[in-house]
């Protein structure tokens, strides 16, 4: 018998019964704007905690009492830095999009939640980049900043990602850059933002705190670790000036732990090559970059049954994979990632976990019925910790004003890139 659970039986008179959070619907909860914890929630994380670490310094129900005092006496609680770092590997276990979930436990968690000011939690932002960079080792990290409390919301970054590139729209309406920023790109040029232009600018980051208005910052070139792209056969493909950076840092997602949200939170992994090569530069709404790299292969673009598309698909994510891998820039590719998946998938198991996973997500853009996670249905719910966009966080990310009554994007991967 679990003795964890023996402690628990005072508690369970103390409150009604909740469901476990694994038998809850897959209804994202909305991130209060009181900033009060969820007590029911905060139970639920810290029986978690103990039942996966019993060897914690205080007794399970000890805890408990504890957290219920703060809730009740501040209408919050402060994670210990342990079940911060928990809390932080579990709502990445448990994110359903994700396919690279199999290294979840070592996920490097910074405590950054004492920074207060734009100006510190910048430096931690560019700190996070260096540490996560390791000179292309890259470390899968995450920054906890201040939480929302009930004396104000913790702070923001507006941007989706840490590195991004700037699209500037041109006379002709077309965009030189990522043309998926190009409102974005308009917001921080009226902040101030000296755009130079080209096709691969990072984007100032944007942040905002309880008490100050949105302030930019640049993010330095060292801190940032790119690739140019060069194919192993073609030559010329060096000279399409391709290149995309190391590390993808999501920073608009709210981390939810132990019904406590953190709305800043940037995490990164590493890339698997076909987020670069077969989204970022092949979505017609990004680089849309297959006709010009079909004409450099010679193919025959005047029927779509010469498989011109596929041809210069791959060839693209060769050259993706093996200038990051000649780069010695950790990527991975889809067919591992994908292997790597399905043996996360029966570790938990093993370990008396499901495995929530979202098919039309977690199967590659290329070459899907190849790879292994393709011919397999998944689990789908929602566990917490977890992260959450909202779409409040969605549309500033696009530069668009979160209060605009438009209706949040498709939730679906075709829709979305992160
Ligand atoms: N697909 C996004 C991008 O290309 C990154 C999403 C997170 N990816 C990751 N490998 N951790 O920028």
């Keep these: 018998m679990n003795t964890s659970d023996t402690l628990t039986e005072p508690l369970a008179q103390l409150r009604p019964a909740t469901t476990p959070l694994y038998d809850r619907p897959a209804s994202p909860p909305v991130a209060t704007d009181t900033g009060r914890a969820d007590l029911a929630e905060a139970e639920d994380f810290v029986r978690l905690h103990h039942r996966e670490h019993p060897d914690q310094p205080q007794p399970l129900l000890t805890r408990l009492l504890e957290i219920r ?206 987020e670069i090569g077969a989204r970022n530069f092949v979505d017609a709404d990004r680089y849309d970059l297959l006709p010009l790299i079909a004409a450099r292969l010679g193919l025959d673009t005047g029927s779509e049954t010469t498989l011109w598309r596929d041809r210069a698909l791959v060839e693209l994510n060769v050259a993706v994979l093996h200038s990051f891998t000649e780069a010695d820039v950790k990527i991975s590719d889809h067919h591992t990632e994908s292997r790597r998946f399905l043996t996360h998938v029966a570790k938990e198991e093993r370990a008396g976990r499901s495995v929530p996973a979202d098919w039309s997500w977690i199967v590659p853009p290329v070459s899907g019925g190849i790879t292994p996670v393709f011919h397999r249905y998944y689990d789908q719910a929602d566990q917490r910790p977890n992260f959450y966009l909202d779409p409040e966080a969605r549309e500033r990310g696009r530069g668009h004003c979160p209060y605009a009554d438009s209706a949040p994007g498709p939730t679906h991967r075709g829709g979305g890139s992160q």
Excluded at 90 to 99: E, F, L, M
Excluded at 117 to 129: F, V
């Design 69 to 274: 005092r703060q809730i009740h006496e501040t209408g919050t609680y402060r994670h210990t830095s342990d079940e911060l770092a928990f809390g932080a590997r579990v709502a990445w276990r448990n994110s359903s999009r994700c396919i690279g979930r199999l290294y979840w436990n070592s996920l490097r968690v910074l405590d950054r939640r004492d920074a207060t000011t734009p100006e510190g939690i910048h430096q931690h932002l560019i700190a996070h980049l260096r540490e996560a960079t390791n000179g292309g080792r890259i470390r899968p990290t995450i920054s906890v900043f201040a939480p929302d409390t009930p004396a104000g919301p913790g702070p923001r970054v507006w941007n989706e990602q840490l590195i991004r590139y700037a699209g500037h729209r041109q006379s002709d309406g077309s965009a030189v850059g990522d043309p998926a920023y190009v409102d974005f790109t308009e917001l921080v040029r009226t902040m101030g933002w000296n755009a130079p232009g080209g096709p691969f600018d990072v984007l100032p980051l944007v942040i905002s705190t309880h008490d100050t208005k949105p302030q930019l910052f640049d993010v330095p070139a060292d801190a940032v670790l790119e690739v140019p792209l060069r194919h192993p056969e073609h030559e010329w493909f060096a000279d399409l000036g391709l290149r995309w950076h190391a590390v993808p840092a999501i920073s608009n997602m709210r981390l939810r732990i132990g019904g406590i949200d953190y709305p800043l939170a940037p995490f990164n992994g590493w890339y698997m090559g076909t």
